[in-house]
């Protein structure tokens, strides 16, 4: 189950029964796109940072604004991020 503070970023989500760590890429990538600063701080304190870079390395859910302020953030070439790699 997610926190009250988390509810809002998972509206189209069951969040009595959800379980953010068996589904890290959706609840990382959801966080980073639409997550206020007390929902990053909240992810960036349960999953590691690996897996976060992990994630903007691989998923393309993140728009090419969200996944440009994150490579930045993170040091992450945008040629690495897979949501700016076929941005225009």
Known sequence: ???????PFFWDTNVDI?????YP???IARL?????????????ATFPEDQIVGVL?????LSPRTANFWALVYHIPPGD????K???
Do not use: H, N
Request: hydrophobic share 50%; net charge positive; aromatic share 12%.
């Open 1 to 7: 189950m997610i926190s009250q503070q988390l509810k």
């Open 18 to 22: 959800f379980e953010p760590a068996a």
């Open 25 to 27: 890429a959706y609840t």
């Open 32 to 44: 980073l796109e639409f997550g206020d600063p007390a929902a990053v701080e909240w992810l960036r």
């Open 57 to 61: 390395r691989t998923d393309r859910r």
């Open 81 to 84: 991020v897979a949501s700016l």
């Open 86 to 88: 076929f941005a225009r």
